[in-house]
T-cell receptor, first 113, second 114 residues
Framework: AQTVTQSQPEMSVQEAETVTLSCTYD???????LFWYKQPPSRQMILVIR??????QNATENRFSVNFQKAAKSFSLKISDSQLGDTAMYFCASNSGTYKYIFGTGTRLKVLA | KAGVTQTPRYLIKTRGQQVTLSCSPI?????VSWYQQTPGQGLQFLFE???????NKGNFPGRFSGRQFSNSRSEMNVSTLELGDSALYLC?????????????FGPGTRLTVL
C-alpha cells in the first residue's frame, strides 16, 4: 500500500530564512509523481511543485525546490528566503497511477516577522 | 480559465439528515476527486470520477456516495449524517491522465453536523 509520511506537524522560520519540510513515502511502483501542495489559512489548496520519479534532477520553482532521494524514498521541500505569505499548511502527496493521490498529514509552517 | 468551484461553502446539518455537495471542475477537466479533510486525519480520499464512471474509491462507508454528470460536474452525497462527518470536503479536478495528473482544488465545503 502507498503511504506518505510527514513527521513534522508544525514548524516555524524567520522571514528571509530557509526552511526544509520533510516527507517520506512508500510505493511499490517504479514510476510515480510526487507533489507538494500549500493550503493557506483561506483554505484554497494550490500546487507548489511536482517531481517525476524517473527524473534525476530535482524540481525547482522560484524559491521552492525539492530534494528527491529515490532510494531513500524521501521528498523534502526547501523554501528559500521565506516570506510571510508562505505561512500555510503544506501537504506532500504521491500519485502512482491508481487514480488517487495519497496525502501526508501535513506540516503547519509559520513564517515569523 | 475559471477555477474549481464548490457549493455551498458552508453547511450546518443535524445528525440523521443527508447532504449533497456540488463541484464544478475546470473547463476541459474530466476527472473529479473528493477528499475529506479533518484536523487529525489530514486529507482522506473518498472517490474519483472520470467521464461519469467511478474509477477508484477510498475506505469510507456506503453512506458516502457520488456521481458525475456528462458536463463533468460532480456531486457528493452523505446520508444519515453522524457527528464525525463534520469536516472540510474538498473537490479536485484534473485532466484524468493518470500518475502525471496535477489536481486543482476548490475552496471546499465546510460541513458541520450538530
Amino acid at each position: 500500500a502507498q503511504t506518505v509520511t510527514q513527521s513534522q506537524p508544525e514548524m516555524s522560520v524567520q522571514e528571509a530564512e530557509t526552511v526544509t519540510l520533510s516527507c517520506t513515502y512508500d510505493t511499490s511502483e517504479n514510476n510515480y509523481y510526487l507533489f507538494w501542495y500549500k493550503q493557506p489559512p483561506s483554505r484554497q489548496m494550490i500546487l507548489v511543485i511536482r517531481q517525476e520519479a524517473y527524473k534525476q534532477q530535482n524540481a525547482t520553482e522560484n524559491r521552492f525546490s525539492v530534494n528527491f532521494q529515490k532510494a531513500a524514498k524521501s521528498f523534502s521541500l526547501k523554501i528559500s528566503d521565506s516570506q510571510l505569505g508562505d505561512t500555510a499548511m503544506y501537504f506532500c502527496a504521491s500519485n502512482s497511477g491508481t487514480y488517487k493521490y495519497i496525502f501526508g498529514t501535513g506540516t503547519r509552517l509559520k513564517v515569523l516577522a | 480559465k475559471a477555477g474549481v468551484t464548490q457549493t455551498p461553502r458552508y453547511l450546518i446539518k443535524t445528525r440523521g439528515q443527508q447532504v449533497t455537495l456540488s463541484c464544478s471542475p475546470i473547463s476541459g477537466h474530466r476527472s473529479v476527486s473528493w477528499y475529506q479533510q479533518t484536523p487529525g486525519q489530514g486529507l482522506q480520499f473518498l472517490f474519483e470520477y472520470f467521464s461519469e464512471t467511478q474509477r477508484n474509491k477510498g475506505n469510507f462507508p456506503g453512506r458516502f456516495s457520488g456521481r458525475q454528470f456528462s458536463n463533468s460536474r460532480s456531486e457528493m452525497n452523505v446520508s444519515t449524517l453522524e457527528l464525525g462527518d463534520s469536516a472540510l470536503y474538498l473537490c479536485a479536478s484534473s485532466l484524468g491522465q493518470g500518475r502525471a495528473d496535477t489536481q486543482y482544488f476548490g475552496p471546499g465545503t465546510r460541513l458541520t453536523v450538530l
